[in-house]
């Protein structure tokens, strides 16, 4: 079963614009990342936040972390068509020693 | 450093054949794992392992297979092919034993079609 749920399940938007993804879980972590996966490739670590942290940078990604709601959002900010792409958050539980993944969302930026 | 690397990236197989998927990685990890991908399902954890010499079932196990050959190789193999079993299949690595905390590395992925 999985632990993660991303929403939307697709999303499009113009270059330039901003993408928010949001994924929530159901068992308590220790941590959630996120991860790419280009069209035909293998998955691409993008961030990881730690329970005990609310909001992580990384360039153009801001992920946030609400423990108390069991939620999740990644914003891609001023996105380009190369952000085209399938996003994946993934969980690991307190005392748990694997990842789980959630569906996934599939972004398309157009240029 | 090539990272995760996977063979064959494509095979057709016959229900009821057989065959191995190999993985290795050069990064010095300790843990790999094998994932399966079906559209809309995410991915699914089939086998881990957290050090060599040792493999532990994930959440699809069934009609697989696995050997920790060394550090380096991790193989998954499916003794007789079902349709069902037909999926993209992804290796990865990570450098914190039998834990999830650090990010994995991904390779290639196979394309596996059972008829």
């Known amino acids: 079963s999985q632990q993660g749920e991303e929403d939307p399940q697709a999303l499009s938007i113009q270059e330039g614009e901003n993408a928010t993804m949001n994924c929530s879980y159901k068992?308590?972590?220790?941590?959630l990342q996120w991860y790419r996966q280009n069209s035909g490739r293998g998955l691409v670590h993008l961030i990881l936040?730690?329970?005990?942290?609310r909001e992580k940078h990384s360039g153009r990604l801001r992920v946030t972390l609400d423990t108390s709601k069991k939620s999740s959002s990644l914003l891609i900010t001023a996105s380009r068509a190369a952000d085209t792409a399938s996003y994946f958050c993934?969980?690991?539980?307190?005392?748990?020693?694997?990842?789980?993944f959630g569906a996934g969302t599939i972004l398309r930026v157009k240029s | 450093n090539a990272g995760v690397t996977q063979t064959p990236k494509f095979q057709v197989l016959k229900t009821g054949q057989s065959m191995t998927l190999q993985c290795a990685q050069d990064?010095?990890?300790?843990?790999m794992y094998w994932y399966r991908q079906d559209p809309g399902m995410g991915l699914r954890l089939i086998y881990y392992?957290?050090?060599?010499?040792?493999?532990d079932k994930g959440e699809v196990p069934n009609g697989y297979n696995v050997s920790r050959l060394n550090k380096r190789e991790f193989s998954l193999r499916l003794e007789s092919a079902a349709p069902s079993q037909t999926s993209v299949y992804f290796c990865?690595?990570?450098?914190?034993?039998?834990?999830?905390?650090?990010?994995?590395?991904f390779g290639p992925g196979t394309r596996l079609t059972v008829t």
């Open positions: 990064m010095n990890h300790n843990s």
């Open positions: 936040i730690r329970s005990n942290e």
């Open positions: 993934a969980t690991r539980s307190i005392g748990g020693n694997k990842l789980v």
């Open positions: 068992t308590s972590i220790n941590n």
């Open positions: 990865a690595s990570s450098g914190e034993p039998g834990q999830g905390a650090h990010e994995q590395y």
């Open positions: 392992s957290a050090s060599e010499g040792t493999t």
